[in-house]
């Protein structure tokens, strides 16, 4: 009874209840269900009745454990720690054959790698071949949404709004996340919506205020109102950076997304650039901002930080050359099959990658040779030893 009571109470109920039940059965009690109940959303606890749950051999509350501490972690921005936990529970549900919990938490672990910005081309070749099959809705949901995020990420910007149309239908749980993901990419592609999504508590819902934020910056809009309260700390440093709108906010908001979400460090970065107050401590901003979007592959935000050291007249042949070792490896490798006379559509079926995103790893990879022509980028990488 108690374990039902804790499951159904609302967020204002839950704490006066957990207490008393803690009162009666301790902080740890003996049986899974209750245990996973009074765990809430905290991480740990989640663990701990997830054992318990495995040592009474209730593999159905064990797996709805993992579940929630994977959500709580990649709520909580650590994102790291919720991949890690996904790809876990996902290796024990296939050795039981419990396919779809593994799909669910191979899905999970995929947004996870998604918005830290980890291997986004191989990973939209690996998730690509999960999507192709029959998915429980949450798992169909998460891995659609992580190959968007990927896609729009990476340039294949038509693919990405494509795909996006297949999450029409979205269970409710996953609603606000979509919401964020379809502003998202509007905003990558520069035609972001009229109205920004408000977004709600943890990891996506601080998202779509920052999405809110630069949409709000972009079109010369008011923002959506942020509740300062109940946000992992980056998201809140965020914010907090646009609330008052100083250069040294964003600097400090970059530096708490490093090491665990690129695409949101560069984010701040190209704020701190906007917000800068001198021409110097703009274009260092702007540099950084490339440089690490360049190493994760994250090619719209590259593009928008070239585009701004253009316009403060910093271009490329002004700047220390870096031959190939500007080149992600992927890069290097889809030019190493230009180098071989094969078009991009081969290249795309070679690396599992969509023909779009071929072209845009080849004008990339142009782009920082300093080449003309795809052949002449191959040949260059060539002569710098990338094609060793």
Aim: net charge negative.
């Amino acid at each position: 009874a108690d374990q039902l009571r804790l499951l159904c109470a609302s967020a204002a109920e839950r704490p006066a209840l957990a207490s008393a039940v803690r009162e009666r059965w301790g902080d740890r009690p003996e049986h899974p269900g209750l245990a996973a109940a009074l765990a809430g959303d905290d991480p740990e606890a989640l663990a701990a009745a997830e054992a318990l749950a495995r040592a009474a051999g209730d593999a159905t509350c064990a797996n709805w454990c993992a579940w929630s501490r994977v959500i709580a972690l990649a709520d909580a921005a650590r994102l790291l720690e919720a991949e890690a936990a996904a790809r876990e529970a996902a290796a024990r549900c296939g050795e039981a054959g419990a396919y779809s919990w593994q799909t669910r938490f191979l899905a999970a672990a995929a947004w996870c790698l998604v918005l830290s910005g980890t291997g986004l081309d191989h990973l939209i070749a690996t998730a690509q071949s999960l999507a192709d099959h029959a998915l429980p809705a949450v798992a169909d949901t998460l891995i659609v949404a992580a190959l968007a995020l990927a896609e729009a990420d990476t340039g294949a910007l038509g693919t990405a709004r494509a795909r996006l149309v297949r999450l029409a239908d979205a269970p409710a749980a996953l609603e606000g996340l979509v919401e964020w993901l379809e502003h998202e990419t509007a905003w990558l592609d520069g035609q972001p919506g009229p109205e920004a999504p408000e977004g709600g508590f943890g990891l996506v819902g601080g998202l779509a205020h920052i999405t809110g934020r630069w949409i709000a910056y972009d079109t010369g809009t008011d923002p959506a109102e942020a509740e300062a309260d109940a946000w992992p700390a980056p998201v809140e440093a965020t914010l907090t950076a646009w609330d008052s709108a100083r250069g040294e906010a964003f600097d400090t908001a970059a530096a708490a997304w490093d090491g665990l979400a690129a695409r949101e460090q560069v984010r701040c970065l190209l704020a701190l650039a906007a917000h800068a107050g001198d021409t110097a401590g703009a274009i260092a901003a702007l540099e950084a901002a490339e440089q690490v979007a360049e190493q994760h592959g994250l090619t719209v935000l590259a593009g928008r930080a070239r585009r701004s050291l253009r316009r403060h007249d910093v271009r490329r042949d002004r700047r220390s050359a870096r031959g190939s070792g500007g080149l992600t490896d992927r890069e290097v490798e889809v030019l190493r099959h230009v180098a071989s006379g094969h078009p991009s559509r081969r290249i795309a079926e070679i690396l599992g990658i969509t023909a779009e995103t071929v072209e845009t790893h080849i004008r990339s990879g142009m782009r920082k040779l300093g080449a003309k022509t795809r052949t002449e980028a191959a040949v260059l990488l060539d002569a710098h030893g990338g094609g060793a």
